[in-house]
């Protein structure tokens, strides 16, 4: 019984692909906690994944270039922790224009608001911040929706150029585009009108 359910548990993780971080709750379908736990420490053992903080893993990427294991993935940390305590969170406006490409800087403190409580973790290089507020952009269908808000609003309407908008453009797939204007047409107005430009732009070129 624990080998299938250590088979199960590793067949989850390699379909959610290198860089995924998980908890044993992202397992609770599969066994009881004890048993997730101990399939998850022999996968552990095995090296085939990495403790990132207590409670929380993730399947290493690795670098070639490099050669060694990559650092965790501080966006997929954020998401593996909000999924394990239950709360919704957001990218603070550094930490979208990083995740949309804006910004190659990867920040010292990755910043998200929370509906959960302040906590601050510590990974690899990262301070990885939760901070309780109001999440008034969390009612967006499509998290890329949130992200371009995020970090449009970070940016201030003066620093929205060209340059930005072909940069979000590229990033956000065709495919989406439509459903991004829809998404976000509550957002304040010269927000919206800003992604209506990514899309007019992209049909002119």
Not at 18 to 35: E, I, M, N
């Amino acid at each position: 019984m624990s080998h299938t359910i250590e088979k199960a548990v590793r067949s989850r993780i390699y379909g959610k692909g290198k860089g995924w971080v998980f908890s044993p709750r992202d397992f609770a379908d599969l066994a009881v906690r004890s048993t997730v736990d101990s399939a998850l420490h022999r996968l552990k053992q095995k090296g085939t994944i990495r403790r990132v903080i207590q409670g929380v893993y993730d399947y290493p990427r690795f670098s070639e270039l490099l050669g060694q294991p990559l650092s965790p993935d501080i966006d997929q940390a954020a998401a593996a922790l909000a999924r394990k305590f239950g709360w919704r969170i957001q990218p603070s406006g550094a930490i979208a224009q990083n995740l949309i490409g804006l910004s190659t800087q990867v920040p010292a403190r990755a910043l998200y608001l929370s509906d959960g409580p302040d906590r601050v973790y510590r990974i690899s290089n990262t301070s990885l911040i939760f901070k309780h507020a109001a999440l008034k952009e969390a009612g967006f269908k499509f998290r890329e929706s949130a992200l371009i808000v995020q970090a449009l609003k970070s940016l201030g309407p003066d620093r929205v150029t060209p340059d930005v908008i072909s940069k979000i453009r590229d990033w956000l797939p065709s495919g989406l585009r439509a459903k991004v204007i829809q998404d976000t047409r509550t957002a304040t107005g010269w927000v919206h009108a800003a992604i209506q430009r990514i899309v007019q732009d992209e049909r002119d070129g």
